[in-house]
């Protein structure tokens, strides 16, 4: 059995053989900020939170410079909206390996309102967040991160679920569950890329070894899509000390040559006009951040 992918690795070789010879400095931390579960999850109000971009189908999308992946900002959308009316504009997932199709494989709205009904949990808050993730981790700290708990508790979040998408989703998701856990939140992070969350240090982690862009199970699989999220439940209830990982037992339906291909010049994580449109956004970024404002 292959072991999970190193994205650090994999992710400063790849760029080095595209040209950049400055390697990503990931954020990295010795303590790690932990929240004990107080109450029974029948009785807790649980959040979402995520960095797949998620949209509501037929709103109109205006580009804000300000808020936008790799620049960062966050965003609200209404709990109640059923999956059928959400999607991912995001093109930072390994699309040789999967789609975005299935919202609930990497936004589980659908799973957590039948942990409602079931009587898993006592409820959700009325609005799901979204954070653009950003390559400046001081904008993700001082800006970001405390938005998102500002929300939480006017929407009176006792506990938050938190999923990322591409690699540096991974560090800006993980960045806002260390706020949300420093403040009085427990959180549990639902992953692909366990190096990148376990380097920045977090309480709480379910891995699954799947492509980015399904870390709440295969699209279209609901039964494994409802284990993942339990055993996120479990680890909210078991877990006592922070840097707790546990690893899901699920492999990829079709294989784990994916593994070897990801980010490799063989299979570019980026090309043609998904290059294009991230460059130019990169090109943003350095001028928002010569300006101060990132």
């Given at each position: 059995?292959?072991?999970?992918?190193?994205?650090?690795?994999?992710?400063?070789?790849?760029?080095l053989?595209q040209?950049?010879?400055?390697p990503?400095?990931?954020?990295?931390?010795?303590?790690?900020?932990?929240?004990?579960?107080?109450k029974?999850?029948?009785?807790?109000?649980?959040?979402?939170?995520?960095?797949?971009?998620?949209?509501?189908?037929?709103?109109?999308?205006?580009?804000?410079?300000?808020?936008?992946?790799?620049?960062?900002?966050?965003?609200?959308?209404?709990?109640?909206?059923?999956?059928?009316?959400?999607?991912?504009?995001?093109?930072?997932?390994?699309?040789?390996?999967?789609?975005?199709?299935?919202?609930?494989?990497?936004?589980?709205?659908?799973?957590?309102?039948?942990?409602?009904?079931?009587?898993?949990?006592?409820?959700?808050?009325?609005?799901?967040?979204?954070?653009?993730?950003?390559?400046?981790?001081?904008?993700?700290?001082?800006?970001?991160?405390?938005?998102?708990?500002?929300?939480?508790?006017?929407?009176?979040?006792?506990?938050?679920?938190?999923?990322?998408?591409?690699?540096?989703?991974?560090?800006?998701?993980?960045?806002?569950?260390?706020?949300?856990?420093?403040?009085?939140?427990?959180?549990?992070?639902?992953?692909?890329?366990?190096?990148?969350?376990?380097?920045?240090?977090?309480?709480?982690?379910?891995?699954?070894?799947?492509?980015?862009?399904n870390?709440?199970?295969?699209?279209h699989?609901?039964?494994?899509?409802?284990?993942?999220?339990?055993?996120?439940?479990?680890?909210?209830?078991n877990?006592f000390?922070?840097?707790?990982?546990i690893?899901?037992?699920?492999?990829?339906?079709?294989?784990?040559?994916?593994?070897?291909?990801?980010?490799?010049?063989?299979?570019?994580?980026?090309?043609?006009?998904?290059?294009?449109?991230?460059?130019?956004?990169?090109?943003?970024?350095?001028?928002?951040?010569?300006e101060?404002?990132?």
């Amino acid at each position: 059995m292959a072991s999970h992918v190193r994205y650090i690795d994999k992710t400063r070789d790849y760029y080095l053989s595209q040209g950049y010879d400055k390697p990503y400095q990931w954020a990295h931390y010795e303590e790690v900020p932990f929240t004990p579960l107080t109450k029974p999850l029948s009785q807790c109000r649980v959040t979402l939170v995520s960095t797949s971009e998620i949209s509501i189908k037929g709103g109109e999308h205006v580009e804000n410079e300000t808020q936008m992946g790799i620049v960062g900002g966050t965003y609200t959308i209404p709990s109640d909206l059923p999956a059928s009316q959400l999607y991912s504009p995001s093109r930072s997932f390994d699309q040789a390996a999967t789609t975005l199709e299935d919202v609930d494989a990497f936004f589980p709205t659908t799973r957590l309102h039948e942990a409602v009904a079931a009587g898993r949990i006592g409820g959700l808050t009325a609005r799901f967040h979204g954070v653009f993730n950003a390559y400046s981790q001081r904008r993700t700290r001082e800006r970001d991160a405390p938005a998102v708990l500002e929300r939480c508790r006017e929407d009176g979040a006792d506990v938050a679920v938190l999923v990322p998408v591409c690699p540096v989703c991974h560090q800006t998701i993980s960045l806002v569950a260390r706020h949300l856990e420093a403040n009085g939140i427990p959180t549990v992070v639902l992953a692909a890329a366990r190096d990148i969350v376990e380097h920045v240090g977090l309480a709480r982690v379910v891995h699954t070894d799947f492509p980015l862009g399904n870390p709440c199970g295969e699209p279209h699989n609901p039964e494994q899509q409802r284990a993942i999220l339990e055993m996120g439940f479990k680890l909210l209830e078991n877990a006592f000390v922070p840097r707790t990982t546990i690893q899901t037992p699920f492999r990829w339906s079709q294989g784990e040559a994916w593994k070897d291909l990801v980010f490799t010049p063989e299979q570019p994580w980026k090309t043609g006009e998904v290059e294009q449109d991230w460059l130019r956004k990169k090109e943003l970024y350095k001028k928002l951040k010569a300006e101060g404002k990132v």
